[in-house]
């Protein structure tokens, strides 16, 4: 990139799962209070920022960004862009944001991303050649429907062929909710509260006992997958403030809390297993980076499940002791799209109580064979 880039601020809603809290607000009520928060953090007038940018995989169509922008008061003439790369969607949003400014097109972007599962539309499918139409739950993401798997049903594959025990995934799970028990108290200064919620709403105390009693989702009784190993569906939002290297030497104020986004890259493999692609992703950003992962200090892994997580970290050797300090998706819940982008609001929080020059990686796999990496430093 010609042109430094740093992320200055950065704010989440609580993540809540399906119908709960949240059940009643539509995205753009979601991320607007989240705007609303960075401008007054970072003491910057509307008029300054540049573009929006948003992931979001489930509101069926339209712009979301620019009902953001416009609910949030920013001027008409600030342009929006909504990308949809299912789960990837907010990291991907934080890519593109990076690449503007990168590239001198934009000096001050919003990026980040937005999702409802409560309010996601029902959709229907126009029958062809004289067939009724039909309800579907999601779109196809491959051509052939034999690279197609249900999530659920290629994580429990993943389980099979890894030999990942049901136990050892349960573990994971429990310690990702013990962490996010921990780090409570500084999870808040990250959150904007909403409706009066302050905290992640599935958060808990697990045990091996209660893990054990619940019944396997899919897969076999030895590697199969329950309630515990895989994230709740949610509703949630996560932003970023990008800004340039000129504009952060404009505002001093913002010297002690910015963090340099290095890179990011995204990557594609096979779309019949698409718990994996995160790793080619993580391993090609370290690699253009000059980074091993012994370089990294801190790691925001995506827990869609823990099957997941756990083959992620193995493959490339990254650390758990280093992996999600405040806890992941498995303790949080899964608002598809604005998921990358709440793991680079931790990573950014992360890195903030870490010495000058920390490395910090996030990571995250999408339906269909996509993954994304990023790589920031303090």
Request: proline share 6%; hydrophobic share 45%.
């Amino acid at each position: 990139m010609s042109n430094g880039v740093y992320m200055v601020a950065a704010k989440r809603s609580a993540v809540v799962p399906r119908g709960g809290a949240f059940a009643n607000l539509r995205p753009h009520e979601l991320a607007t209070p989240i705007v609303q928060a960075l401008l007054q953090e970072s003491a910057l007038d509307t008029a300054q920022i540049d573009h929006v940018v948003l992931g979001n995989g489930l509101s069926g169509g339209g712009n979301v960004a620019r009902m953001v922008g416009l609910a949030a008061g920013l001027p008409q003439s600030v342009p929006a862009i909504t990308l949809d790369s299912q789960c990837c969607g907010g990291m991907d949003a934080v890519q593109m944001g990076m690449h503007m400014i990168g590239a001198g097109a934009a000096q001050t972007v919003l990026a980040g991303g937005v999702e409802s599962y409560s309010t996601a539309p029902r959709r229907i499918a126009r029958g062809l050649n004289g067939a009724p139409d039909q309800e579907y739950q999601r779109p196809p993401f491959a051509p052939d429907p034999t690279q197609d798997p249900d999530m659920l049903d290629a994580a429990a594959q993943l389980a099979a062929t890894r030999r990942a025990s049901r136990a050892a995934q349960e573990d994971f799970a429990i310690l990702s909710h013990q962490k996010a028990i921990d780090a409570s108290a500084r999870l808040h200064d990250e959150i904007v509260p909403i409706a009066d919620i302050d905290q992640d709403q599935f958060t808990r105390q697990l045990s091996a006992r209660l893990c054990a009693k619940l019944p396997v989702l899919t897969g076999d009784k030895e590697t199969g997958l329950t309630a515990a190993t895989t994230a709740v569906e949610a509703d949630g939002a996560g932003l970023c403030l990008l800004v340039s290297e000129a504009m952060l030497k404009a505002h001093p104020q913002w010297q002690d809390r910015a963090v340099k986004l290095c890179g990011g890259i995204s990557r594609g493999s096979d779309p019949a297993m698409p718990a994996l692609v995160p790793i080619p992703a993580i391993q090609d950003v370290l690699q253009q980076l000059g980074l091993s992962a012994a370089d990294i200090s801190v790691i925001e892994m995506m827990e869609a499940f823990a099957v997941q997580a756990m083959a992620c970290l193995k493959e490339t050797d990254l650390p758990l002791d280093r992996t999600n300090l405040g806890g992941g998706a498995l303790a949080r819940g899964h608002p598809i799209g604005a998921s990358g982008a709440i793991n680079l609001v931790r990573l950014f929080y992360e890195l903030r109580g870490l010495e000058a020059g920390a490395y910090g990686l996030a990571a995250i796999a999408g339906a269909g064979g996509i993954g994304s990496a990023m790589v920031m430093q303090k």
